[in-house]
């Protein structure tokens, strides 16, 4: 029996127009020089300092204040390799390193893992963009095989967040804000591998995705040892299997468009073992279906949840495309640490209309860049729907934002309902107005089986 069934997807969418000094490591450059550095880390302006990096499971594990024990900086610091300021580390092995500022930060780390007495842009890691203050920010650091044995120097940098702190910046000078720290740890070499490797189980970082969800595979269990190699293999029924072109790292990260199946083949010499594999699925939409005599749909936007990403929707009656960076959305006040903003937005803060959530687009840095959230409504027993929402209107820019209608699940959208700009005569920003649409016309063709 065939029921009938439209399946309606209403679609928002914003367009923004806008110590001891450790000699050892002495040869290491250091941001001094021209122009100030660090001159409001300890005292004035953004008082910014590191205040613990811990290398997880190590002997790494150092707390300070605010100081400086290299002459002519305001906070750069080497620590000696002794005690809770070094590590000992192993090629292959992935360690959570750990670090807490005193204020919302901009943090990165090297490791010269080739000796050459410089902290390359390759060697560079972003540990976080915006970390809260006074709570560690952690991100897992691979040793690679090919990483040189013995003392390595390990250097953290931070400055406020929203400023810049990429990968060429280990020794860039004139930052105000901010601190240096700089380690000595030793690499050990990973053991040869035996001649039946064990592989382990295959792990992702989702088992849910959407279309554009990156995730990443890994090995648990698997040996970490010198002369392995790997060949990433995927199913689409858990029987047939095909190879990566390409893919012969311990992890891989990669997107699908179909429930998939996934696991690595580890070889030593000639032996080889496989993984147990995985199967990552796709999310389908979810649509709300709870219609109740005099009921009415209604959102608010307090306390987002996991989709296709960290807290991406309202609801799962939603979906936010794409699910990260600056033209995604997220609640109110949390979209520069879950959405993967490059910058924060502008220092502006957005207060909701009621409670503690909005739906916040991120204007500042999304320049032309159009996002949007569609939400999934099954309007089977209706002609017709009025949708009410609010709307805050910035005072000034050219940011637009657009209400669509698809009565087919989201493979077109035929009707723009409403278009909204900034300037808006006679209404004056920033304010929240509301806008009600009558009499919206949602019968389909559509069938479901």
């Not at 890994?218 to 893919?247: K, M, R, V, Y």
């Amino acid at each position: 029996m065939k029921q009938k069934f439209t399946p309606l997807v209403v679609r928002l969418i914003l367009v923004a127009s806008l110590g001891l000094v450790n000699l050892s490591f002495a040869q290491y450059c250091m941001p001094t020089g021209t122009g100030a550095l660090y001159t409001n880390s300890c005292n004035v302006g953004s008082n910014n300092y590191i205040k613990n990096v811990t290398l997880v499971g190590t002997s790494l594990n150092n707390t300070t204040g605010c100081s400086a024990n290299v002459p002519g900086t305001n906070a750069c610091n080497i620590y000696p390799a002794s005690g809770s300021t070094t590590a000992t580390l192993q090629q292959g092995v992935t360690y959570n390193l750990s670090v807490t500022t005193s204020n919302d930060a901009i943090v990165s780390v090297w490791i010269d893992y080739n000796h050459n007495n410089t902290f390359d842009p390759a060697e560079w890691t972003q540990v976080a963009f915006s970390t809260p203050t006074n709570v560690a920010a952690i991100v897992p650091i691979t040793i690679p095989f090919t990483a040189l044995t013995g003392t390595t120097g390990l250097r953290v940098r931070i400055r406020d967040d929203g400023l810049t702190n990429g990968d060429t910046d280990a020794c860039t000078p004139g930052w105000l804000s901010g601190e240096l720290e700089q380690y000595t740890v030793t690499i050990n070499a990973a053991p040869p591998c035996n001649a039946l490797p064990i592989a382990g189980t295959t792990t992702s970082t989702r088992d849910t995705v959407c279309p554009t969800t990156q995730f990443t595979l890994s090995l648990q269990g698997a040996d970490i040892a010198q002369g392995l190699s790997q060949q990433w293999q995927w199913s689409l029924n858990g029987t047939s299997w095909n190879n990566f072109s390409g893919a012969n790292a311990t992890t891989l990260t990669t997107t699908q468009y179909q429930n998939t199946y996934y696991k690595c083949q580890v070889t030593c010499n000639s032996s080889s073992s496989t993984s147990a594999p995985i199967l990552v699925t796709m999310r389908q939409p979810t649509y709300y279906n709870n219609w109740g005599v005099g009921q009415l749909f209604s959102e608010g936007f307090e306390s987002w949840v996991d989709a296709c990403d960290d807290n991406d929707v309202p609801s799962l009656y939603w979906l936010n495309t794409p699910i990260n960076g600056n033209e995604s959305w997220r609640k109110q006040s949390e979209g520069f640490t879950h959405g993967q903003w490059s910058f924060p937005n502008g220092g502006f803060t957005l207060v909701p209309h009621t409670g503690g959530g909005a739906a916040d687009f991120h204007s500042f840095s999304g320049n032309g860049l159009p996002g949007t959230l569609d939400l999934f409504l099954n309007c089977t027993n209706f002609s017709s729907l009025n949708l009410s929402f609010w709307y805050f209107k910035n005072q000034n820019g050219f940011d637009k934002f657009e209400v669509y209608l698809s009565r087919n699940g989201g493979f077109s959208y035929d009707d723009t309902l409403i278009t909204l700009r900034n300037s808006v005569a006679g209404q004056f920003g920033p304010v929240w107005i509301n806008h009600l649409l009558q009499n919206i016309p949602v019968k389909g063709s559509s069938e479901n089986s």
